[in-house]
């Protein structure tokens, strides 16, 4: 599955985005979503994940409460809702695509095969 990612920008402390990834060349509904971020000099790390069907969503520890995940089956598009951003939250957000993925291993980025391209967030105090 080919991913295509968006909706990064420049935003104040406080303020929210939205980032969009569409996803194409595949059945969708196949594919457990991630998202990721990479700050610089940092390791790439989990931000959420929501599973094949929609019915289930995990979080980082860091993003629980401010961030929301979901996806449009009919558009083939996850989409992360990023609220209450702080500068701590800037860094290269990817989204990432896994047909057999588990549970247990949603929060791994070597688990996913398909990578996204990155859309840069940055958020200025």
């Known amino acids: 599955v080919q991913l295509q990612a968006c909706g990064g920008g420049l935003v104040q402390a406080g303020g929210s985005l939205r980032l969009s990834c569409a996803a194409s060349g595949r059945t969708f509904s196949n594919y457990a979503m991630g998202w990721f971020r990479q700050a610089p000099g940092k390791e790439r790390e989990f931000v959420a994940a929501?599973?094949?069907?929609?019915?289930?969503?995990y979080f980082a520890d860091a993003v629980k409460g401010r961030f929301a995940v979901s996806r449009d089956s009919a558009k083939n598009t996850v989409f992360l809702q990023m609220n209450s951003l702080t500068p701590e939250d800037t860094a290269v957000y990817y989204c990432?695509?896994?047909?057999?993925?588990?549970?247990?291993?949603?929060?791994?980025?070597?688990?996913?095969?398909?990578w996204g391209q990155g859309t840069l967030v940055t958020v200025s105090s």
């Open positions: 990432a695509a896994d047909r057999s993925i588990i549970t247990s291993s949603m929060r791994v980025p070597r688990a996913y095969d398909s």
């Open positions: 929501i599973s094949r069907g929609g019915g289930s969503t």
